[in-house]
């Protein structure tokens, strides 16, 4: 145990802005046919380096078909909290978990990421024995512990009683038991995050595994199936507090971010797509007169394609949604990045007024009708996926693929492994780096991404930058 700290935790956004730059980038990759086990990469981000942005190692897990997804640190800023008993833990261990066999792996990373190796397997039976949840999707580390959101309950089909979030402790990786006590109207789960001084968290909805896990149900979707409400919880309490409901044609809210100064009350919802028109949406949310509230501040509109370059799923449509599958905010909350899936784009949106979000900057890269390639040359499959920003918001990175079953229906011609990263300037605007790109092995499809040192998808602070 440390005798102080971790230096990476900063208790403002402004400390971590003035941290170091990132040195590695850990990305997960996932066998689509589970003909061989996913794998964790190490990615050497140092530009200085002679292996910038190359593969600098590899942890190769010893099941196959766990399906990587969204993964996280064991402790970050949040540690600080006063509420906390853990202020001297390491951000040290990577949690990972295995979408579609629930099974979730501890990776350390010391005493070198070059060296990061797997320090535990938590198997699916024990999850299931002391949660009633499957399907472990978004990690949080939170004040007291670690926080796993779910998107299945129990049974074979995940459908037997509502997914949640569970708590590990955050030294033993031990399964602790569920969070809510009081869910109130929730019945879907998706991501969530929270603001810790004012103690509330917020949640979203995708859908239900029968609904995912075979790829997209377009009936599902045409009837308004999917998830398409936005929960506030009580944080200390447990509890739902309030639920809003978007619009049934609204569906697929996926991504939650609220501003990283815990003073601001907001934050920001991705919503995939409009079954109206196809479009894809941004949305703000604030607390006032205690209660919160929720509008749509952006819209992005479908692109017309022929036919022959859209796949059977689309083809009736005659057009490209935007499909926003990811958001992502800078530390200083200034810039909203926005993933634009089916179109292949990545924009910027000044959020200063988060009401009223403008776009500042924009880049084009695949794209199910576009195919626009890399500035290198290389082509580009899939479209921008997840995204991650550096800490002092200089550097976007994102990766291609969303879920093997929804690739294979949305790109059937395949989507390798693809990393790139996009420089940013401070008033606005964002260029693809011609000397980043990561070459991912054969038959594998990368997902998401994480900084050494903490991220902006990642830590909470419990104080206000000056």
């Known amino acids: 145990m440390n005798i102080r700290p971790d230096p990476t935790f900063h208790a403002s956004p402004k400390l971590a802005m003035e941290a170091p730059p990132e040195s590695f980038a850990y990305t997960v990759l996932l066998s689509p046919d589970a003909s061989k086990p996913d794998a964790l ?9 002679q292996t910038y942005s ?39 261990y990577l949690i990972i978990p295995g979408m579609r066999s629930s099974r979730i792996y501890i990776v350390d990373t ?13 198997e699916p039976e024990e999850i299931f024995r002391k949660t009633g949840y499957s399907r472990p999707h978004t990690v949080h580390c939170g004040p007291e512990g670690i926080y796993v959101s779910t998107l299945g309950g129990g049974g074979k089909d995940g459908t ?7 708590i590990m402790d955050c030294e033993t990786f031990e399964v602790l038991g569920r969070w809510e006590i009081d869910r109130g109207p929730q019945t ?17 909805e995708w859908g239900l595994p029968p609904q995912f896990e075979n790829g997209i149900v377009p009936e599902d979707l045409l009837s308004n199936k999917y998830g398409h409400h936005i929960h506030f919880w009580d944080l200390r309490a447990r509890r739902n507090v309030q639920t ?10 996926l991504e939650v971010r609220p501003a990283h100064d815990p003073v601001r009350e907001y934050g920001f919802l991705g919503t995939v797509v409009d079954t109206t028109n196809l479009e894809g949406s941004i949305w703000t949310w604030w607390r006032e007169g205690g209660k919160f509230h929720v509008e749509k501040t952006a819209t992005i509109s479908p692109e017309a394609a022929p036919k022959e370059q859209l796949p059977p799923l689309l083809q009736g449509f005659g057009a490209v949604p935007p499909l926003v599958t990811d958001i992502d905010l800078s530390m200083d909350d200034k810039f909203l990045y926005v993933a634009c899936w ?4 990545m924009r910027q949106y000044n959020v200063s007024e988060p009401r009223r979000p403008k776009l500042a900057g924009s880049v084009r890269i695949g794209g199910i009708a576009r195919r626009t390639p890399h500035p290198n040359g290389k082509a580009f499959a899939g479209g921008p996926q997840m995204v991650e920003i550096s800490r002092d918001g200089k550097r976007v990175y994102w990766t291609n693929s969303l879920y093997s079953t929804w690739d294979d229906q949305f790109y059937p011609d395949g989507v390798p492994g693809a990393m790139v990263m996009a420089n940013t300037k401070p008033d606005g605007g964002l260029e693809l780096a011609r000397d980043y790109w990561v070459n991912f092995p054969d038959g594998y499809r990368a997902h998401q991404v994480r900084l050494d040192g903490g991220d902006c998808s990642t830590d909470s602070f419990c104080y206000p930058s000056v």
């Open 41 to 49: 990469a190490v990615i050497d981000v140092n530009p200085n380096s």
């Open 54 to 92: 190359q593969i600098v190692h590899t942890v190769t897990m010893p099941n196959k078909g766990d399906e990587f997804h969204h993964f996280g640190w064991n402790a970050c800023s949040s540690a600080l909290s006063p509420l906390t008993g853990h202020a001297f833990l390491e951000r040290r």
């Open 110 to 122: 010391k005493p070198d990421p070059t060296k990061a190796a797997i320090h535990k397997i938590i």
């Open 160 to 166: 037997d009683g509502p997914p949640g979030v569970f």
């Open 188 to 204: 879907m789960h998706y991501d969530f995050w929270w603001n810790l001084p004012r103690d509330y968290m917020v949640t979203s």
């Open 244 to 253: 809003i409901d978007l619009g049934a044609n609204h569906q697929m809210g």
């Open 342 to 345: 089916g179109t292949g784009e």
